[in-house]
């Protein structure tokens, strides 16, 4: 079944343009709840947002939808996405909803959706949603005395609190540590610096200070310039860098250098198989995983599985595969042992574990291997079907020929625009630039 509203992570869009509008959201909520009642039971949802203006009209319009439908509503203010999963378990609520748009501009906003476990849905699951939408969902509209309730979890922040603390091993502690956290004026604003204070850590916090339209703007995971400069300024031990809803993480040591998230994943994969933390022998990751991070883990005697980009892909093949160490390039690392999605604060905390257990300071430790060589560039197109011409591909196993064993090309539709993404990697660097520039071309003379 094809898609039309959702993407690679849950529904996103320009807020009222369509699909984010308000009656096309009622609308969700309604078919959602189609497809999550089941039973007699009172069938609950809880609902998360970051700290978009946006989302006081999204939150209402959501939580309409699902109480017609006879579904109680449990309203958790502004937590971080991976909170909204761990509470929709927590909670025994059959459907978790995240109000964000990530790491994108306060403009754009989106609607993540997890089931009872906490996993964000399949793309049958999200189609069938879909078939829900167009056929007319009011015709299942509950009776006034089956009306849900709405209620707002008022220690929402606290439980998360707690929780992404037991994540930190026992008995260690963060004395003495001078550490930046960058909150990206986003939806761990308040629970990131206070997870790090009651741990122990001296905290410089940046961006803590929400006014709806400066999310993500000149600060967080995707702008971490002022994390680097205050970890200069501060002598910090290391910054943090969280995006808009604090699933991915961009680290910098403390001589400001940034890490990504394929060396916090080989920093932990290291540290787990260390200490026999590590299931099924292998790391999950993405065909966006650097072929230098690959050949790392392999030097550990381990697998590296790749999966289409998107974290709920890197889960699926977790939990097929028996792994409990997963992520993306761009920070989004997930740890099953802890919870069902990526974690920003939770990763940093795995990386901070290290650094005290080792008695090392961060670039000691979170630079393991030499990046290869990748170039990513993308081509705005009509439409992705020129990927199908002729001179396109002839163009792609041209492209593949030249770069051989040794390199990798990945050409892509993206999930949420009309863009052509092409990534290319390998030893020889000038060869890397040379191909992706060629194959652009091609492909922009095509569209």
């Keep these: 079944m094809t898609r039309e509203f959702f993407g690679t992570d849950g529904v996103r869009g320009k807020v009222n343009t369509e699909p984010m509008t308000a009656p096309t959201l009622l609308k969700l909520a309604m078919a959602a709840a189609i497809h999550f009642r089941r039973g007699d039971h009172r ?20 939580t309409s939808g699902f109480i017609s439908m006879g579904m109680d509503v449990t309203l958790l203010g502004p937590l971080p996405t991976p909170a909204v999963a761990m509470l929709t378990r927590s909670l025994r609520a059959d459907l978790g909803v995240m109000i964000s748009a990530s790491h994108n501009p306060y403009d754009d906003n989106g609607i993540k959706l997890f089931d009872a476990g906490g996993n964000k849905l399949s793309d049958e699951v999200e189609a069938q949603i879909e078939a829900h939408m167009k056929n007319n969902p009011a015709s299942h509209l509950a009776q006034p005395h089956e009306f849900g309730r709405a209620v707002r979890l008022e220690d929402a922040q606290g439980r998360y609190i707690e929780f992404v603390k037991n994540s930190f091993p026992r008995g ?3 004395d ?56 200069v300024l501060h002598h910090a031990d290391m910054g943090i860098a969280l995006d808009g809803d604090a699933d991915r993480l961009i680290v910098a ?43 790392f883990i392999r030097k550990l005697g381990l697998a590296l599985h790749r999966t289409p980009v998107g974290d ?5 093949k977790m939990l097929e ?35 005290v257990q080792k008695k090392k300071k961060a670039s000691e430790l979170l630079n393991l291997f030499t990046p290869v060589p990748q170039k990513l560039s993308n081509v705005r197109v009509a439409s992705t079907s020129v990927l199908e011409t002729g001179s396109v591909q002839a163009a792609i196993r041209e492209a593949e020929k030249k770069l051989g064993n040794e390199g990798r090309l990945l050409v892509r539709r993206s999930g949420t625009e009309p863009l052509i993404r092409v990534m290319a990697e390998g030893d020889d660097e000038s060869l890397v630039n040379e191909v992706v520039s060629s194959l652009c071309a091609t492909i922009q003379k095509a569209a």
């Design 312 to 316: 709920r892909y890197v889960v699926e």
């Design 43 to 62: 069938h609950r949802v809880v609902i998360g947002k970051d700290t978009r203006l946006s989302g006081y009209m999204i939150e209402p319009a959501l």
């Design 172 to 174: 260690l502690r963060l």
């Design 321 to 355: 595969a028996g792994c409990n160490l997963g992520g993306e390039q761009s920070g989004h690392i997930v740890m099953s042992d802890f919870n069902t999605t990526g974690d920003g604060l939770m990763a940093a905390l795995q990386v901070l574990a290290v650094l």
């Design 253 to 295: 040591d403390e001589k400001s250098r940034l890490v990504d998230g394929d060396q916090t994943m080989a920093l932990i994969a290291q540290s787990w198989k260390e200490n026999g933390l590590l299931n099924g022998n292998a790391v999950v990751g993405t065909v966006m995983s650097n072929l230098g991070f690959e050949r």
């Design 176 to 231: 003495g540590l001078r550490i930046v956290v960058d909150c990206a004026h986003g939806a761990a604003y308040r629970v990131a610096p206070s997870v790090l204070w009651e741990l122990g850590a001296e905290v410089i916090p940046l961006a803590v200070h929400p006014d709806g339209y400066n999310i993500n703007k000149n600060c967080g995971a995707m702008a971490p310039e002022a994390m680097r400069d205050s970890v």
